[in-house]
């Protein structure tokens, strides 16, 4: 049996909350970066719609003095050419904005930089806390918690490299922030040894294909709540309304929110599959038996039918828009369930949250 190493323990700890420090750091970033873009923004579109409304003057007069319009002008009275230039992209940002999106990188720099910090001191982390248990970091509530945090950010930042996503970076962030801070103060587990069921090659398997699944399904929970967003913007914006989330500015319009949405939940749902399946396999390993209606797999497939029926929905149903956005935070709100209450509350064969 693996020696525990308390003094790794202990390193692990103070990293988690030298990472939690930095991803704050971050975060304020992140969220200056959205405060200080839509101000500037909207700046540009004021700039723009002077420039547009000098345009139709100075058509307007020309037209007039040419005698090509005024009460003696063939056509209606007073009828100005349509301008071509300060044309807009859904959302209401004026299309001049895509080059300046490309050079508002300041802040936005400074919180990547810090993130990709915060993760590395996140990752040496969850290394020590593995080598102080003398085990995968995965065998109990607080360190499930602190590994999905730590491949949540993790998977964020490499889409980054892919796709500019940096406008869920406060969102994404704030997550894994409230992650960390929930293990430390809510689910904290001293270094230990597992219980004999998990001293198995099948924890490393099914855990670690859970956990990328869920960190998969924290971006896409983030995506659908500023789909949503997006959507009520567009449609004030639509109706002549104020718009008062400016910051939603730099995010991309609510279709282009949930096709990614829908991809990286695809995806999602495949490793869930595997979850379940593995955990069958694994449970006929320890217990003799594939199926028991354990509340811990009651729960997980009840997450994979929830996100089954939001693929099947949105592919063939025709359930786009909003109706998509709330099925996938509902799948994400059983998630929580799953790891939350079930892992506290109900007692069955899982009860491996280590409180």
Request: glycine residues 10%; aromatic residues 12%; hydrophobic residues 55%.
């Given at each position: 049996?693996?020696?525990?190493?308390?003094?790794?323990?202990?390193?692990?700890?103070?990293?988690?909350?030298?990472?939690?420090?930095?991803?704050?750091?971050?975060?304020?970033?992140?969220?200056?970066?959205?405060?200080?873009?839509?101000?500037?923004?909207?700046?540009?579109?004021?700039?723009?719609?002077?420039?547009?409304?000098?345009?139709?003057?100075?058509?307007?007069?020309?037209?007039?003095?040419?005698?090509?319009?005024?009460?003696?002008?063939?056509?209606?009275?007073?009828?100005?050419?349509?301008?071509?230039?300060?044309?807009?992209?859904?959302?209401?940002?004026?299309?001049?904005?895509?080059?300046?999106?490309?050079?508002?990188?300041?802040?936005?720099?400074?919180?990547?930089?810090?993130?990709?910090?915060?993760?590395?001191?996140?990752?040496?982390?969850?290394?020590?806390?593995?080598?102080?248990?003398?085990?995968?970091?995965?065998?109990?509530?607080?360190?499930?918690?602190?590994?999905?945090?730590?491949?949540?950010?993790?998977?964020?930042?490499?889409?980054?490299?892919?796709?500019?996503?940096?406008?869920?970076?406060?969102?994404?962030?704030?997550?894994?922030?409230?992650?960390l801070v929930a293990a430390s103060?809510?689910?904290?587990?001293?270094?230990?040894?597992?219980?004999?069921?998990?001293?198995?090659?099948?924890?490393?398997?099914?855990?670690?294909?859970?956990?990328?699944?869920?960190?998969?399904?924290?971006?896409?929970?983030?995506?659908?709540?500023?789909?949503?967003?997006?959507?009520?913007?567009?449609?004030?914006?639509?109706?002549?309304?104020?718009?008062?989330?400016?910051?939603?500015?730099?995010?991309?319009?609510?279709?282009?929110l949930e096709n990614l949405s829908?991809?990286?939940?695809?995806?999602a749902f495949i490793g869930w599959?595997?979850?379940?399946?593995?955990?069958?396999?694994?449970?006929?390993?320890?217990?003799?038996?594939?199926?028991?209606?354990?509340?811990?797999?009651?729960?997980?497939?009840?997450?994979?039918?929830?996100?089954?029926?939001?693929?099947?929905?949105?592919?063939?149903?025709?359930?786009?828009?909003?109706?998509?956005?709330?099925?996938?935070?509902?799948?994400?709100?059983?998630?929580?369930?799953?790891?939350?209450?079930?892992?506290?509350?109900?007692?069955?064969?899982?009860?491996?949250?280590?409180?």
């Amino acid at each position: 049996m693996p020696v525990i190493n308390e003094t790794l323990g202990q390193y692990s700890e103070l990293f988690m909350l030298l990472a939690a420090g930095t991803y704050t750091v971050a975060f304020i970033a992140f969220a200056w970066d959205l405060a200080k873009s839509s101000k500037m923004l909207r700046a540009v579109d004021q700039k723009a719609a002077a420039n547009t409304a000098g345009e139709k003057v100075t058509v307007a007069a020309g037209r007039v003095a040419s005698g090509l319009e005024g009460p003696d002008a063939g056509g209606p009275a007073g009828r100005a050419e349509r301008p071509t230039s300060g044309l807009t992209v859904e959302g209401g940002t004026a299309a001049g904005d895509m080059k300046y999106a490309g050079e508002r990188r300041a802040p936005a720099r400074v919180a990547v930089a810090l993130t990709v910090l915060g993760v590395l001191i996140h990752g040496a982390g969850v290394v020590t806390r593995a080598l102080g248990a003398g085990r995968v970091p995965w065998g109990n509530m607080y360190e499930f918690l602190t590994t999905g945090a730590f491949v949540a950010v993790a998977v964020f930042l490499v889409v980054l490299i892919r796709r500019d996503l940096r406008f869920l970076g406060t969102f994404v962030i704030g997550l894994a922030i409230i992650m960390l801070v929930a293990a430390s103060a809510a689910f904290w587990t001293p270094v230990g040894h597992l219980v004999p069921a998990l001293q198995s090659y099948w924890l490393i398997i099914h855990v670690s294909i859970a956990v990328l699944s869920s960190a998969l399904f924290t971006l896409t929970f983030a995506m659908s709540v500023l789909q949503l967003l997006q959507s009520h913007r567009q449609k004030n914006l639509a109706a002549g309304r104020t718009d008062n989330l400016g910051f939603m500015r730099l995010v991309p319009n609510a279709l282009s929110l949930e096709n990614l949405s829908y991809r990286i939940n695809a995806i999602a749902f495949i490793g869930w599959t595997f979850t379940l399946m593995f955990g069958a396999i694994w449970a006929e390993k320890a217990w003799g038996r594939f199926w028991g209606w354990d509340p811990k797999e009651v729960w997980t497939f009840v997450i994979w039918v929830v996100y089954a029926g939001y693929l099947h929905a949105r592919a063939t149903r025709g359930w786009t828009g909003t109706r998509a956005a709330w099925l996938s935070i509902v799948g994400y709100a059983c998630v929580i369930i799953n790891f939350t209450l079930v892992n506290t509350v109900f007692n069955g064969l899982h009860s491996y949250s280590g409180l």
